[in-house]
């Protein structure tokens, strides 16, 4: 098999492994390259927020909408400086929206996969009623009545927590465009397709976030499950918790050379799991936001990708990545 020389890590994080470099999402708006080996900022470019996937010496990415609602910005930066290319504007349909942030109800996700000439972008956007929280059972006193109750939508409640408003129904729309970064010209590949399930399925862009455990029949002889894939495919995690919840970073990780079966070295971290892979000696990740308390001191940290020595577990450096999810709980 190939080594893999560009992936994604997470949406919005993409790997060069050509230039050694990783291209992410800033927390402040634009692109920022940043050197692997040391987590140095290259350079960043305001022209794009969303790195997509490399194609060559090219950056394929989403832009911030600026215009109509329903086009989707697409834009190929120069790796080597981040300067424009191309910018390439997409019409579609007039009830998608393009954000890049998601919000309570609403996700606009976008996916890019690298041909020999042409670069294909794929997208997604799904749109859920706004829904009110499902009463619980009321309780009242001996001798007193039950009260009257009024139920009415609560906006950003969560789907899993709430019953479906009448008549609601969510929305499914996906399509594809065939780009050539170079010329900045998108072929529509066949009509968007609008769905309108009572749940949708699952996303016809699949995330490269969450890996799954291995099946067996490709998991490493000789060590115990579960097994995670890294993000290029070429490495494997194994988690072991090794502390109690008074232990911060409470599980070890244990990563090894998938196509060897080697053990490359350790990492403490306080989940059982993250989107990596191996750059070198060390092991780079992404992590989700996370508080804690440090003596008399309450910590808040953002999402970020970290890097550790794999042979120490010494973290080395770590860069915060924009939120893009809707994390604010539903009001009362």
């Known amino acids: 098999m190939p080594a893999v020389t560009s992936f994604e890590l997470s949406p919005g994080v993409v790997v060069d492994r050509d230039r050694s470099e990783a291209y992410v999402m800033s927390p402040d708006g634009p692109i920022v390259a940043l ?9 960043r470019s305001s022209d794009a927020a969303k790195p997509l996937a490399v194609t060559g010496d090219l950056l394929v990415s989403q832009a911030e909408k600026a215009g109509p609602n329903n086009e989707l910005a697409i834009v190929a930066l120069r790796t080597g400086e981040g300067s424009l290319v191309t910018r390439t504007l997409v019409d579609l349909p007039s009830n998608v929206l393009p954000a890049i942030n ?27 009623p706004l829904r009110g929280i499902a009463p619980g059972a009321i309780e009242v006193l001996p001798g007193e009545e039950m009260p009257t109750v009024l139920t009415e939508a609560v906006p950003g409640a969560a789907a899993s927590d709430t ?42 862009i699949a995330p490269s976030a969450a890996a799954p455990d291995l099946p067996p029949d490709q998991m490493l002889p ?13 490495h494997v995690l194994t988690s072991d918790r090794v502390g109690d919840d008074s232990v911060w970073d409470k599980y070890l990780w244990k990563i090894f050379e998938r196509s060897t079966g080697n053990k ?8 059982r799991f993250a989107p990596f892979f191996v750059s070198g000696s060390q092991a780079v990740y992404q992590l989700e936001p996370f508080a804690r308390r440090v003596g ?22 770590s860069h915060a990545v924009r939120d893009i999810v809707d994390r604010d709980p539903p009001p009362p």
Request: net charge negative.
């Open 163 to 204: 019953a479906t408003e009448p008549g609601a129904e969510v929305v499914v729309a996906r399509g594809a465009v065939r780009l050539d970064p170079t010329g900045g010209t998108a072929t529509p590949l066949g009509p968007a397709v609008l769905d309108t399930p009572t749940e949708p399925g699952p996303s016809a």
């Open 296 to 317: 008399d001191r309450f910590v808040e940290e953002p999402v970020q990708i970290r890097s550790a020595d794999l042979q120490t577990g010494q973290r080395l450096w």
């Open 102 to 128: 998601q919000t309570a109800n609403r996700a606009f996700m976008t996916h890019a996969e690298p041909g020999a000439t042409d670069t294909t972008v794929s997208w997604e956007f799904v749109e859920r």
């Open 264 to 271: 490359l070295g350790e990492v403490r971290c306080h989940v």
């Open 35 to 43: 050197d692997l080996a040391g987590g140095k900022e290259v350079w």
């Open 222 to 234: 000789g060590i115990p499950g579960p097994q995670f894939l890294s993000a290029d495919g070429a």
